[in-house]
T-cell receptor, first 115, second 114 residues
Framework: DAKTTQPNSMESNEEEPVHLPCNHSTISGTDYIHWYRQLPSQGPEYVIH???SNVNNRMASLAIAEDRKSSTLILHRATLRDAAVYYC????????????????FGKGTHLIIQP | KAGVTQTPRYLIKTRGQQVTLSCSPI?????VSWYQQTPGQGLQFLFE???????NKGNFPGRFSGRQFSNSRSEMNVSTLELGDSALYLC?????????????FGEGSWLTVV
């Protein structure tokens, strides 16, 4: 799986937007971009995923660069409950279906929310 | 809709023993995968099962094994436990393992080896 690069940590204030960057310069045309987050003492939680176009859901928005070499997870109004480690993961749909690879987690970004 | 359920949540074992962890996927999900999380190595993929067949395996020794039953429930087993096997073991399920499918994780089983 292609690698991703994320900042080790970021800090934001409560009720402000948060932009979490992810670089994936070696992304292939068949890689989906997935974001997961892990709250303390819990399993990872799905946040959002996309392939080429920007995506929105009730949790967040995913902005994908035109060349797909980077993406940004946007939390529109951070709350204390959003404090977690956020993982940006690439998943190759070209490999799946007959032998799905597991998710390859990096170190992620530790998001700190200040009240 | 019930989420991914893992049992037991916490357990303590002695070096040399074996352990079996259980996972019930979300209803309708046929793909089950397992991960190990440690402070040093982070989250690492163990293996993935689909329709009772192991389709993929991470880089772990043969002491780590698993199986999936016809109802998609899965178990993983670790034999001859070592201190380094102390970790959070996470089970995840999805519809079919395709890259566009969402993967849902359980809360994990905390294993301590003493």
């Amino acid at each position: 799986d292609a690698k991703t690069t994320q900042p080790n940590s970021m800090e934001s204030n409560e009720e402000e937007p948060v932009h979490l960057p992810c670089n994936h310069s070696t992304i292939s045309g068949t890689d989906y971009i997935h974001w997961y987050r892990q709250l303390p003492s819990q399993g990872p939680e799905y946040v959002i995923h996309g392939l080429t176009s920007n995506v929105n859901n009730r949790m967040a928005s995913l902005a994908i660069a035109e060349d797909r070499k980077s993406s940004t997870l946007i939390l529109h109004r951070a709350t204390l409950r959003d404090a977690a480690v956020y993982y940006c993961i690439l998943r190759d749909w070209g490999k799946s279906g007959g032998g799905a690879d597991g998710l390859t987690f990096g170190k992620g970004t530790h998001l700190i929310i200040q009240p | 809709k019930a989420g991914v359920t893992q049992t037991p949540r916490y357990l303590i074992k002695t070096r040399g023993q074996q352990v079996t962890l259980s996972c019930s996927p979300i209803s309708g999900h046929r793909s089950v995968s397992w991960y190990q999380q440690t402070p040093g190595q982070g989250l690492q993929f163990l293996f993935e099962y689909f329709s009772e067949t192991q389709r993929n395996k991470g880089n772990f020794p043969g002491r780590f094994s698993g199986r999936q039953f016809s109802n998609s429930r899965s178990e993983m087993n670790v034999s001859t436990l070592e201190l380094g096997d102390s970790a959070l073991y996470l089970c995840a399920s999805s519809l079919g393992g395709e890259a566009g499918n969402t993967i849902y994780f359980g809360e994990g089983s905390w294993l301590t080896v003493v």
